[in-house]
């Protein structure tokens, strides 16, 4: 986990300043975070055509099996063996929010509960007390090739919920919200909200014990396109200078923030109390903006558990040890959908959604 060091205190800040740029980071393959958040990767694949087993119809090559982050021929396998993808895993202490902008998941977990979901969709999963769970990337196209990309965004729980029971919620594309505004030159920028009030907008509700059900935390997770030399302000955030707020430039040349021009693949820091301007380059830019209220305790990490104390994380060792955070209930321990099944939630109380 790489934290971004912030050269200046969010709260607190004199009335009047220099700039609203804060700092700016280059991006790799996790990027840099600031609390709530804990982590956040994009994963961006160009996988070609699936076989029968949905796995990649070409020679894997010389990759190390099981560890592949080579990303060799424009794709990696990351930790599956014959589908890409995450095996399964245990979680605790935080939550995922999965945004898959191409490709799909097909996720199981310890508690009975699957789905497949993608091309647009989020799954937001508050890990609580324990689980485990596999996220497979099923190359289900046999004559075309199968691109994957997706952000997956961990947002940290505070220590009254660190133990809650485990939740997930959908987020189908087809009810996400996006705000499409125009700037003078009648140049758009879209704004999709995955969470955090945007204007007169309200997103889909977190899970409830989410450090983003809190109204105070004003946590915003929200992908912003802007056309070449497309103009937009950034509104202050509700809680202004109490929060955190972070863009990623994943896609484009660049983008002036501010009065600041930022490359691709770098992560600004910007004060949350002021509006801010944004104007695209020559071609259009892709934002990912995270925001939050700090939640301002300790934290003690050990690979997937996210705890206060190095005590916490020792009992979540035991604790998974002795159930496995429920059992593994399925086959075997990357389970796919098959080639032809749709996007689909089953939840733990038996609910059955299907993607609109």
């Not at 934290?3 to 200046?8: D, E, I, K, W």
């Not at 990309?149 to 959908?170: R, S």
């Amino acid at each position: 986990m790489r934290r971004l060091p912030l050269v200046r205190s969010l709260a607190g800040m004199d009335s009047v300043r220099e700039s609203p740029v804060l700092q700016t980071a280059p991006l790799g393959l996790h990027w840099p975070t600031v609390d709530p958040f804990l982590f956040c990767a994009h994963h961006d694949d160009a996988y070609p055509a699936g076989d029968d087993h949905l796995a990649p119809a070409v020679a894997l090559g010389e990759r190390d099996m099981g560890q592949d982050f080579s990303g060799r021929d424009g794709f990696s396998m990351y930790h599956g063996m014959v589908v890409p993808g995450f095996p399964n895993h245990p979680h605790r202490g935080f939550e995922t929010v999965t945004f898959v902008r191409k490709g799909l998941i097909d996720h199981s977990d310890s508690l009975g509960a699957t789905a497949r979901f993608g091309r647009g969709d989020v799954q937001w999963l508050t890990a609580g007390k324990g689980i485990v769970h596999a996220e497979m990337f099923p190359l289900v196209k046999a004559d075309e090739p199968n691109p994957l990309e997706l952000f997956q965004i961990w947002l940290n729980l505070p220590a009254a919920d660190k133990l809650v029971d485990p939740y997930f919620t959908m987020f189908w594309s087809e009810d996400i919200p996006t705000v499409v505004s125009t700037d003078d030159a009648g140049r758009t920028t879209t704004v999709t909200v995955i969470a955090g009030q945007f204007g007169e907008v309200d997103p889909h509700a977190p899970p409830p014990n989410s450090w983003a059900a809190r109204a105070e935390a004003d946590v915003a997770i929200w992908h912003l396109r802007l056309e070449a030399g497309a103009s937009w302000e950034l509104p202050p955030a509700a809680r202004g200078a109490e929060v955190g707020r972070v863009l990623y430039v994943f896609e484009g040349d660049t983008v002036q923030v501010a009065e600041v021009e930022v490359a691709n693949d770098t992560a600004v820091a910007v004060l949350a109390d002021v509006a801010v301007r944004l104007v695209a380059g020559s071609a259009p830019v892709e934002i990912l903006l995270l925001q939050g209220r700090p939640i301002g305790e300790p934290v003690a990490q050990y690979g997937p558990f996210v705890m206060n104390t190095e005590a916490e994380i020792r009992q979540a060792f035991a604790d998974y040890q002795a159930t496995e955070f429920g059992g593994w209930p399925w086959p075997d321990d990357a389970p796919t959908h098959g080639r032809d099944r749709g996007r689909f939630a089953l939840h733990v109380d038996g609910r059955l959604e299907q993607a609109p």
